[in-house]
């Protein structure tokens, strides 16, 4: 297994082995042993999981304010998808700053979000299947976002904006600035 430090702080991109022949593949997709050995030690409790069925799906950009933040353990099982975290703790090196990541069923890569980023992601292919893993229970009250199109931050989706299909809510978050965010880098 491999883990990859990215350019935002604290966001790390993991490989874990693959072995494939003409029937297919198998990996250990989470060990909780390799990844404590690797350093990365969360108590996940649950799974969640998101089918997209056509390209140009936006999710995001979302988060859980303190304190149900949620680290997040991201893969793709089918499909692929660019995935867009923003930091948005304040004192990180790194806040205010994005950065975007290709995941597919065939790199097989797992993207660490820590607590304090909002995550988003557009699908590239239909029907994806989106998995990942928190370490904290959803609290709709807790709930937050940043709007995709924020000019501040211009984010380079992979596609026109106006060819994106998002849910009436992910349409109204407001812009980083005026989002209401209570992270603190350091602390959970």
């Known amino acids: 297994m491999k883990v990859l430090d990215t350019k935002l702080q604290d966001v790390k ?12 593949f198998f990996t250990e997709s989470y060990t909780r042993n390799k990844f404590e050995q ?5 108590d996940f409790n649950q799974d969640n999981h998101s089918l997209s069925a056509e390209p140009g799906v936006l999710r995001g950009l979302h988060f859980q304010r303190a304190p149900y933040a949620q680290t997040k353990l991201i893969r793709v099982a089918t499909g692929a998808v660019y995935d867009v975290l923003v930091d948005c703790r304040k004192g990180s090196p790194t806040y205010g700053q994005w950065e975007g990541y290709i995941l597919s069923e065939y790199n097989h890569r797992q993207l660490l979000v820590p607590k304090g980023f909002a995550h988003g992601f557009v699908t ?9 893993k928190v370490d904290g229970y959803y609290n709709p009250e807790a709930d937050g976002g940043i709007a995709y199109d924020d000019p501040d931050l211009a984010i380079d989706w992979p ?6 299909i998002l849910s009436d809510k992910d349409k109204k978050h407001p812009n980083f600035k005026d989002a209401d965010l209570n992270f603190v880098y350091g602390k959970d």
């Open 13 to 24: 991109i993991i490989e874990t082995d693959v072995f494939g022949d003409h029937r297919g």
């Open 38 to 42: 690797a350093g990365i030690k969360f």
């Open 124 to 132: 590239l292919t239909p029907n994806v299947n989106f998995l990942y």
């Open 159 to 164: 596609m026109p904006i106006d060819h994106l």
